[in-house]
């Protein structure tokens, strides 16, 4: 069975410390590694695919990477907007669903 | 953002009423996706769709079902609602089921 774990469930942070969240995976056959950010009371907003072993993607203070395990999502000098819980989802080869992890609940401190 | 829209966006019932809530997207995607939140649990996957009339189970399908007679709506029917079935409902859309998949506002929904 197809497993994601994310960590840590809640991370709080000053402005400007950066830090990673991480998502680890048991699946057989990774076709893909997504990574979205959810605000309160609204659905989740797709930030990353990821592909392959080795492969980084950035975008503003986030940067996504992925090994055959886990993946990360390193947060660079965030800020108060950053606020959100993460999710990561995999999708398995044959497969069109995505398996979520419980998500990373984020606070950043101003 | 992607076109999806989801009703009603919140609604109260009682226990063993129908309710059937509405996902319209306006992107022409092939795929849509029911998905239920709920806390401890995470996004789970209800139904999907992967074409006009076409649809599969996903992993808590029991007291659910869904219909797509049109590529633009994807509904989703509990027939006999329960206090179990008490969730934020998400509807996403996919264009090729292999790539990245975009969600609606979310219904919220309490069965007393």
């Known amino acids: 069975e197809d497993q994601v774990t994310q960590s840590p469930e809640a991370l709080r942070l000053q402005e400007g410390e950066s830090s990673s969240l991480n998502c680890s995976y048991t699946?057989?056959?990774?076709?893909?590694l997504f990574w979205y950010r959810q605000d309160p009371g609204k659905g989740p907003e797709f930030l990353f695919t990821?592909?392959?072993a080795g492969e980084e993607k950035e975008k503003e203070r986030l940067k996504a990477t992925l090994t055959k395990k886990e993946s990360f999502l390193h947060i660079t000098a965030p800020k108060p907007e950053d606020s959100a819980t993460y999710l990561c989802?995999?999708?398995?080869?044959?497969?069109?669903?995505?398996?979520f992890g419980k998500g990373t609940k984020l606070t950043v401190n101003p | 953002d992607a076109g999806i829209t989801q009703s009603p966006r919140h609604k109260v019932t009682e226990t063993g009423t129908p309710v059937t809530l509405r996902c319209h997207q306006t992107?022409?995607?092939?795929?849509m996706y029911w998905y239920r939140q709920d806390p401890g649990h995470g996004l789970r996957l209800i139904h999907y769709?992967?074409?006009?009339?076409?649809?599969d189970k996903g992993e808590v399908s029991d007291g659910y079902s869904v219909s797509r007679s049109k590529t633009e709506d994807f509904l989703l029917t509990l027939e006999s609602a329960t206090s179990s079935q008490t969730s934020v409902y998400f509807c996403?859309?996919?264009?090729?089921?292999?790539?990245?998949?975009?969600f609606g506002p979310g219904t919220r929904l309490t069965v007393l």
């Open positions: 996403a859309i996919s264009s090729l089921g292999v790539d990245e998949q975009f």
């Open positions: 989802a995999v999708q398995t080869g044959g497969s069109e669903k995505l398996v």
């Open positions: 699946v057989s056959g990774l076709r893909g």
């Open positions: 992107e022409n995607h092939r795929y």
């Open positions: 990821l592909y392959s």
């Open positions: 769709s992967y074409g006009v009339k076409d649809t």
